[in-house]
């Protein structure tokens, strides 16, 4: 019989965003690998006619995922505010008993409609710690055939705020959340659970509550991102688009900003155009007064407003059919957090503006390296200043600075160095370069985000020069953190040629600048197409479903003992296998 490939997702409720679209993604790779695929849904779902035919399909769950990791870290002053907290922490517990006998109940009504046999695998795709805690309460009351199937859930959400370094400080979130995972664990120690996240660095902050192996998943691109579009010319308007859910952690309070600095050169005169998708009245309204008080513009119109939410295939033809994609989101928020619309846009060949620092500046790291190394490799330097031998520099977020010389009619200065402590992840330098003139005043300033990446020996970052440049001051700090930052060996190469500062895309150091580095794509736009075109082909192959079905039938029960490397890596005693076995 064939085995059957369980995915529930239980905030999916239509066929818009991207819950849908995972699922149309999986699933169809699920059957490409032998197994009988079957969808569970929160059960408002009213769109089972749209659904492929070969899939059993289930609209059972009456919660979507939730997540309630609200952790009193501070003092509450007084008896007042005492009773307060101990009531409101009563009922958030009461909550979350609530949601998660729901889940239970609900998993084990959707389990009589679907008979799992040995080797099925049950796939949670938007899963919280609550789910976790509905599962185990189900599996302990369950006939003990269920300890034949594999259970796997995929966390999205953050534990944490901030980055790595900031993880330590947060003790009562860490054993919150340790506390749930443990107890939920403790209920099912004879069951197939497999645990993962989205992303690197989420995976980190699962794996440091010490409690089993969690294990990143690749999040898929649909197939229709892929499809060809059209070649453009020079001559067609070029659409930014800002696509997805409006939400507030997705800075588009800047844009009335970016409008203005692009109005005269390029949104003015037809040559560029923003595309915004949104149901906010409120934004519409910003971007439209901005537009008014700018004045007369050409018969293109400078912005368009496209619908949230649409389709799979019309969103899928908007995001092919934009040539840069802009995303002015929070670098904190989205520091471990996955962004399906930037693996979208890259898929499809759509160079990207994002923030530095995070999850979504990781994606593009490597390639805009790859193109400062060619530069370095195969451009002619009017000057070049420091060697390889350079001495080192420190800095905490108390900010050094280091000056150098221009040459005349340089217009590009390429810095390398070697990035030498900390060698751990979510330590950023902020490095800002100050232009003079020959008086000594002040003619242009510009800051980048950088980190070590994949290469710590050779890091690079271009910095674009004013023509009345005659000297810089390089400001260098920790850019979150008051840890201290080593580097050494800085070169400084200056070039005549106005380089392109990336290559399927650039970084911006705070949300301000994302005028000036719209300008630099669009200056630059037959460059940023060609490569970003080119690597699509490189980022669909690695995020893609095979991939993550792949990866899931292959998986590893958390049943395993946690890892000497792993207990090491967060400073916790290595687990026994009798310890094991008995969460």
């Not at 796997?152 to 959340?177: C, K, N, S, T, V």
């Not at 308007?237 to 800002?242: E, G, K, L, S, T």
């Not at 003079?436 to 950088?450: K, N, P, R, S, W």
Request: neutral net charge; hydrophobic residues 40%; contains cysteine.
């Amino acid at each position: 019989m064939t085995r059957k490939f369980v995915l529930i997702d239980h905030s999916m409720r239509d066929l818009g965003g991207h819950y849908y679209t995972y699922a149309s993604c999986v699933l169809p790779a699920a059957e490409r690998a032998g197994l009988q695929p079957v969808l569970a849904m929160h059960r408002e779902f009213r769109d089972l006619p749209a659904l492929p035919p070969s899939w059993q399909s289930h609209p059972i769950f009456r919660n979507k995922s939730y997540s309630q990791r609200y952790i009193e870290t501070g003092s509450v002053n007084g008896a007042l505010g005492g009773w307060w907290s101990r009531t409101r922490s009563k009922w958030r517990a009461r909550e979350r008993q609530r949601l998660a006998e729901s889940f239970a109940e609900d998993c084990a009504t959707l389990l009589t409609k679907v008979a799992l046999e040995e080797g099925d695998h049950v796939f949670f795709a938007s899963a919280s710690e609550i789910d976790l805690e509905g599962l185990a309460m189900f599996l302990q009351g369950a006939s003990a055939e269920y300890r034949r199937i594999h259970w796997h859930l995929q966390f999205h959400l953050g534990i944490f705020e901030g980055r790595d370094p900031d993880y330590a400080e947060q003790r009562p979130r860490r054993e919150f959340m340790r506390e749930i995972f443990l107890h939920a664990l403790a209920r099912v120690p004879e069951h197939h659970i497999h645990l993962y996240c989205t992303t690197r660095e989420l995976t980190a902050q699962y794996e440091y509550l010490g409690v089993a192996p969690f294990y990143t998943l690749p999040y898929p691109v649909h197939p229709l991102f892929l499809l060809p579009t059209a070649p453009k010319t020079s001559s067609d308007h070029v659409r930014i688009a800002c696509l997805g859910h409006s939400r507030r952690e997705k800075g588009y309070r800047e844009l009335p900003i970016v409008v203005r600095r692009l109005w005269n050169e390029y949104l003015s005169k037809g040559r560029a155009q923003l595309v915004m998708q949104t149901r906010r009245r409120d934004l519409m309204r910003a971007l439209d007064s901005t537009v008014a008080d700018l004045g007369p513009h050409s018969a293109t119109p400078p912005i368009v407003y496209a619908p949230f939410p649409l389709d799979l295939e019309r969103y899928a033809e908007l995001v092919r059919s934009s040539d840069i994609g802009l995303l002015l989101y929070d670098s904190t928020r989205y520091y471990a957090r996955c962004s399906g619309v930037l693996l979208e846009m890259l898929s499809a060949g759509v160079p990207v503006i994002v923030p530095g620092g995070c999850w979504l500046s990781e994606q593009i790291h490597e390639e805009n390296q790859r193109h400062l190394r060619d530069i370095a490799a195969h451009g002619t330097p009017l000057k070049q200043i420091g060697n390889a031998a350079g001495a080192a520099i420190s800095f905490t977020d108390v900010e050094q600075s280091t000056e150098l010389d221009l040459a005349d009619g340089a217009r590009s200065l390429l810095l390398r160095l070697r990035w030498l402590e900390p060698t751990t992840h979510g330590t950023y330098a902020h490095v800002e370069l100050e232009q003079l003139d020959a008086q000594g005043a002040q003619v242009m300033t510009f800051a980048a985000i950088i980190g070590p990446g994949s290469d710590p020996s050779a890091v690079y970052l271009l910095f674009h020069l004013h023509e009345n440049a005659r000297r810089a001051r390089l400001k260098w700090r920790n850019a979150w953190d008051d840890g201290p930052i080593t580097v050494d060996s800085l070169e400084y190469r200056l070039y005549a040629e106005h380089y392109p500062a990336g290559s399927v895309g650039l970084t911006a150091a705070n949300m301000d600048q994302s005028g000036e580095l719209l300008g630099d794509v669009l200056m630059h736009m037959d460059h940023y197409r060609r490569r970003s075109g080119a690597f699509a082909g490189r980022c669909a192959e690695y995020f893609n479903a095979d991939q993550i079905v792949a990866q899931l039938l292959g998986a590893r029960s958390t049943a395993q003992p946690l890892s000497q490397s792993l207990a090491s890596r967060f400073d916790l005693p290595a687990q026994t296998n009798a310890q094991s076995n008995a969460r």
